[in-house]
């Protein structure tokens, strides 16, 4: 795990991109950002009244709070500007100039409408906002990636042993937003998590779509979706390498894929497994990473025209250094 995170640092690093951290007063989140400060991993944008930044930051014993931007949503030059801004893609769904202005003044819509107007790159916030409060701005104001209409999350799973995906490193999604995708959607998950492997891991994605079933081996409408799922990414991605459905040793287990699922191109060598409901996904990797001992890193959310990251509200400072950094990966491409 440590390589490839010491590489998706340095790559932050070597093309520096502005990141929002709109919990601006939050310890682990102020913590977190004078370490990336102090590295350089990014440039930081605080949330917040400055005044409450500093005294917090000097308790903390936070040196280079100065490198920071910090912007109080109450009191800042661009406000009438976002305000503006936010009416204008939102009066079709009821936004008025006043409902504008005060929503400007929230810390997850401000961060979301600087994202919009180019004056930032990526968000992280979720230490203490709720995932829903923190995916509502950026669901109405960022949208999502042309041919994608709906988020989904993917965790980096670092495996003790090699001989799985590539090198130890598998992809599981969705384990964090999507209770019961549509096949539709299930491909839209798959292709996202494929662009993720390629973006953040520097991997070739061989996707295995996941089911209790492997080529037919069960008949059920939910072995039907995944079925459907895999011919909707073939129909139109003919050169992704994805198969299913599949059951997951035939999807990772050489000799078990030869009995399964002879000449799949995927089965047995895959390294991005595609659940097919949420409660699998998030079971599936919490096992994993329990039972295994292995570390997971995430949920990063996929599918936005821009990156928002979602954290856990018992992360670490670490986990935040590191979101961080991925974030910087996804706004770099």
Not at 27 to 52: C, F, H, M, Q
Not at 239 to 261: C, H, I, N, P, R
């Amino acid at each position: 795990m440590t390589d490839l995170i010491q590489t998706i640092v340095a790559r932050a690093k070597a093309n520096k991109q502005r990141i929002v951290l709109p919990e601006g007063t939050e310890e682990r989140t102020l913590k977190a950002a004078d370490r990336l400060l102090a590295d350089g991993v990014a440039y930081i944008t605080l949330t917040g009244s400055p005044d409450e930044i500093h005294r917090l930051a000097a308790g903390f014993g936070l040196k280079n709070m100065d490198k920071a931007t910090i912007i109080d949503p109450k009191n800042h030059e661009k406000k009438q500007a976002y305000a503006d801004l936010l009416f204008q893609l939102r009066q079709s769904k009821g936004m008025t100039p006043e409902k504008a202005n005060l929503l400007v003044e929230d810390p997850l819509y401000l961060a979301c409408l600087m994202i919009k107007a180019g004056d930032a790159d990526g968000e992280i916030a979720g230490a203490y906002n709720l995932t829903g409060d923190v995916l509502r701005p950026a669901l109405q104001i960022i949208k999502m990636r042309p041919g994608i209409t709906c988020v989904s999350g993917v965790f980096l799973m670092f495996l003790n042993d090699d001989t799985y995906g590539d090198n130890g490193i598998l992809l599981f999604a969705d384990c964090a937003v999507l209770p019961n995708p549509t096949a539709s959607e299930l491909a839209q998950i798959a292709i996202s998590t494929a662009h993720t492997a390629r973006v953040l891991a520097g991997i070739e994605p061989r996707v295995a779509m996941l089911s209790f079933s492997t080529k037919g081996s069960a008949k059920h409408e939910m072995v039907d979706k995944v079925a459907e799922a895999t011919r909707l990414i073939k129909a139109t991605n003919p050169d992704f390498a994805v198969d299913g459905e599949l059951q997951a040793d035939a999807a990772l287990v050489e000799s078990v894929a030869q009995k399964k699922a002879p000449g799949s191109a995927v089965a047995g060598k895959a390294n991005v497994l595609v659940f097919p409901t949420l409660e699998v996904g998030n079971i599936g990797y919490k096992l994993v990473q329990r039972l295994g001992g292995i570390e997971a890193v995430g949920p990063i959310l996929q599918g936005m025209a821009a990156p928002v990251n979602d954290l856990s509200r018992g992360c670490s400072v670490d986990d935040i250094y590191k979101m961080v950094a991925i974030t910087c990966n996804q706004a770099i491409g």
